[in-house]
């Protein structure tokens, strides 16, 4: 376990995982890390990048930077990598060739 300097956020390992959360709002603001050697946590200076020490003695570091992407963009990629939208009802379908397509040259630009 371990607070941030500012003691804004707090650092968990829980099952084999970390988990990120605020302090004040008591909200989780990261999903569930996969890291199964975890022992011991620390935050840099700024509480941007979470140090995690690993029982076979390497170091991992987890940026906790916020994203720089719009929600749309942070969306649109999702629906990339997902190959999948949200339809009226709010059911995933697959999402169309040409969306896909159009997605793929966003976030794939060529030279």
Do not use: Y
Not at 9 to 18: E, Q
Not at 32 to 57: E, W, Y
Not at 81 to 96: C, M, V, Y
Request: proline letters at 5%.
């Amino acid at each position: 376990m371990a607070f941030s300097a500012d003691s804004r956020f707090l650092a968990v390992s829980i099952d084999s995982c970390i988990v990120v959360w605020e302090v004040a709002t008591g909200v989780q603001v990261t999903p569930p890390i996969s890291m199964k050697l975890a022992n011991d946590l620390h935050f840099d200076d700024q509480g941007r990048r979470l140090l995690v020490a690993c029982v076979d003695k390497s170091v991992r570091v987890i940026d906790l930077s916020p994203a720089s992407r719009s929600v749309e963009e942070l969306s649109e990629f999702a629906r990339l990598l997902a190959n999948r939208t949200l339809d009226a009802n709010s059911e995933l379908i697959p999402l169309h060739h040409e969306e896909a397509q159009k997605l793929w040259d966003k976030f794939h630009p060529k030279p």
